[in-house]
């Protein structure tokens, strides 16, 4: 699977940082969204709705952290597993990351 890239900045979902830009993909790209994305990869409530909506679209979700960091599991499925990774107390960022891995692993029919 190729890791997909923001179509704003061209970064690599697997190290986009937390902000507007990956909150605007999120919001296009997982949520369907239209105008202006909530704050997705900063705020835990609203990386939750980025959670909540892979759930019912039947992906399974692992979340673990330790002292210094966490990632994120996503098992869709075709039972392809997609990580993501962010600092401890950043769980929002890496349910965003992994979403967005998920969704161009399914298209692409692969996982890494």
């Not at 952290?65 to 107390?89: K, M, P, S």
Request: glycine residues 10%.
């Amino acid at each position: 699977m190729s890791i997909p890239v923001c179509p704003t900045c061209a970064t690599p979902a697997a190290t986009h940082p937390a902000g507007w830009c990956l909150d605007a993909w999120v919001h296009k790209y997982i949520m369907g969204g239209k105008g202006e994305a909530p704050e997705y990869s900063t705020d835990i409530a609203s990386g939750m709705q980025v959670w909540r909506k892979m759930v019912e679209e039947g992906y399974w979700w692992a979340l673990e952290a330790d002292g210094e960091g966490c990632f994120v599991r996503i098992l869709t499925g075709q039972h392809y597993v997609f990580r993501a990774e962010a600092n401890v107390n950043e769980e929002q960022l890496a349910i965003c990351r992994a979403a967005l891995m998920a969704k161009a692993g399914e298209s692409d029919g692969k996982s890494k």
